[in-house]
Structure formats: C-alpha cells, structure tokens
C-alpha cells in the first residue's frame, strides 16, 4: 500500500556533505539532492508488477519475503512505524468492516498532487463488527 500510495514522493531533500560520484555523474560537496521516490517505487524491471498492488513484489520464487540488502540505508524510525502501522490498522480491522459503497462507481486512486500525495475525497461504509 505505501509504495503505490507514496505520500512523500521527493522524500526530504539531502546535501552532499563531499565531493561525490554516482554512476559517472561528479556530484560536488554541498549540492542539495532532490530524490525521486515514485519514478524508483514504480521502476520497470525492479519489480514484478510495478504498476500493481501486489504483495508478490516482496515475496521471493518460494513466497518468502525479500529484506533490504544489507548496507542498504534505511529509515530510523522503520521499527516504530511498523510497530504502530500493525497496532492502528489491526486495531480498526477487528473493530470494524471497511465496505466501498456499491454505488461508489471504481475507486479513483489518482492522488491529489503536491508535496505530498493524498487521496481525493471519498466516501466508505464502515460497519461495526458483531460482538465487539
Ligand atoms: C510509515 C512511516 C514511515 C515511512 C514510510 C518512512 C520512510 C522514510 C524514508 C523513505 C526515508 C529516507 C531514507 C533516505 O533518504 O535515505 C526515511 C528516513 C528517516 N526516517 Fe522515516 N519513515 C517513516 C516513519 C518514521 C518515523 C516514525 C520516524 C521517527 C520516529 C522516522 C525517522 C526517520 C529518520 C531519522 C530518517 C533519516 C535516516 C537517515 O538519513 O539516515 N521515520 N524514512
């Protein structure tokens, strides 16, 4: 979900703290970077379905799940994040059923475009669950 959602699709910006090379490219101390997350999140050939929600894009041939290679840089905060992604979405889940109304039409996932993407405006049937 949040590599097609991408709400941060530049990232932070970064600067180069030293004169750099990437890929032939001379890079000098002090250039500010500008990442571009959703061309690398989309990228044809990294993934099996770059353009799919599918959870098979981390899975290996025998369906385990690829971890970042070693030495890869990382967010700090992956840990907690994951931590309170897992509690606030189990937590909803099991409390309610998330419905897209039938009359809705298809779900339009065109983001709204700026510093950071966000959905357009929708609405969602949110049930609760039987004995809760
Ligand atoms: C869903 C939640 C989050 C996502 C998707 C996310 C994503 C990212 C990404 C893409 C980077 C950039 C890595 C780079 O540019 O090299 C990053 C860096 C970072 N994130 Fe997160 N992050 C999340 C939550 C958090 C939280 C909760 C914290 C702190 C409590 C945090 C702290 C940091 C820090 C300190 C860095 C800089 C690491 C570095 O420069 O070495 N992040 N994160």
Redesign the pocket.
């Known amino acids: 979900i ?1 590599r097609i959602a991408n709400t941060v699709p530049l ?2 910006f ?1 600067c180069t703290t030293k004169d750099s090379e990437l890929m032939g490219y001379s890079i000098p101390q002090g250039t500010m970077i500008i ?1 571009n ?1 959703d061309s690398m999140l989309r990228e044809e050939g990294q993934w099996k379905f770059p353009h799919e929600f599918n959870p098979e894009n981390f899975l290996n041939e025998q369906g385990e799940f690829l971890f970042c290679e070693p030495g890869s ?6 840990s ?2 994951r931590m ?2 897992f509690l606030i979405i189990v937590t909803l889940l099991r409390r309610f059923k998330f419905v897209w109304p039938e009359d809705a039409g298809k779900p339009d996932l065109t983001p709204v475009f700026g510093a950071t993407l966000t959905p357009k405006p929708y609405f969602m049937k949110i049930q609760l669950r039987g004995n809760q």
């Open positions: 949040q990232s932070v970064h990442q997350l840089r990382i967010c700090l905060g992956e907690l994040a309170e992604l």
